[in-house]
């Protein structure tokens, strides 16, 4: 079964970090891009980060660039997000996504279930 | 950046119903265009992609289409499992954009 299982959220101070993590498993990882993308309470989805198949591209929203730092490894099927900085606008639910494209569609075709990332005094 | 532009923002309708929900690029998107259906406590799940390809395994009656850079997900019959929020998003070019999301409540 394709399965995405994040982990390491929880409640961080402001100016805190975090590490979230991704654990793929059912597919082959080191052919996927991976992304995160977040969901603040009661808000819609937001992109956060991607990662290309072997980490050595990345890119990030304006709102999380210089901050968070996306990382993958291949060897352990699992997809990293580090958070530094953060700020009370950064909590929300993030979710792992595994991304799949061609020249002429792309689309985020499998979730995980989310981690939920709260920061607050 | 893309915007996407989604409406209505929610909509109440009965089991049965046609339900139509438009979602509106800022600029040309070609066909780069996903919905993501979203139940309550649950991660989105890939409903259509390239604006009108059905996921493996999605009902029939979920259908999508596009005219320049408005797009349209419409469901032919409302079922009770269809009460959720829906989202669009586009994949032509990072950031990768989402709509607002469009919650399909029962009427």
């Known amino acids: 079964e394709v399965q995405l299982v994040e982990s390491g959220g929880g409640l961080v101070l402001p100016g805190g970090s975090l590490r979230l993590s991704c654990a793929a498993s059912g597919f082959t990882f080191s052919s996927y891009w991976m992304h995160w993308v977040r969901q603040a309470p009661g808000k819609g989805l937001v992109w956060v980060s991607r990662s290309n198949s072997d980490g050595s591209s990345t890119r990030y929203a304006d709102s999380v660039k210089g901050r968070f730092t996306i990382s993958r490894d291949n060897a352990k099927s699992a997809p990293y997000l580090q958070m530094n900085s953060l700020r009370v606008e950064d909590t929300a639910v993030y979710y792992c996504v595994r991304f799949y494209g061609t020249r002429t569609y792309s689309y985020m075709d499998v979730w995980g279930k989310g981690t939920t990332v709260t920061v607050s005094s | 950046d893309i915007q996407m532009t989604q409406s209505p923002s929610s909509l109440s309708a009965s089991v049965g119903d046609r339900v139509t929900i438009t979602c509106r690029a800022s600029?040309?998107?070609?066909?780069?265009l996903n919905w993501y259906q979203q139940k309550a406590g649950e991660a989105p799940k890939l409903l259509i992609f390239a604006a009108s390809t059905l996921q493996s395994g999605v009902p029939s009656r979920f259908s999508g289409s596009r005219s320049g850079t408005d797009f349209n997900l419409t469901i032919s019959s409302l079922q009770p499992e269809d009460f959720a929020t829906y989202h669009c998003?586009?994949?032509?070019?990072?950031?990768?954009?989402f709509g607002q999301g469009t919650k399909v409540e029962i009427k």
């Open positions: 600029q040309s998107i070609n066909s780069y």
């Open positions: 998003q586009q994949s032509h070019s990072p950031p990768w954009t």
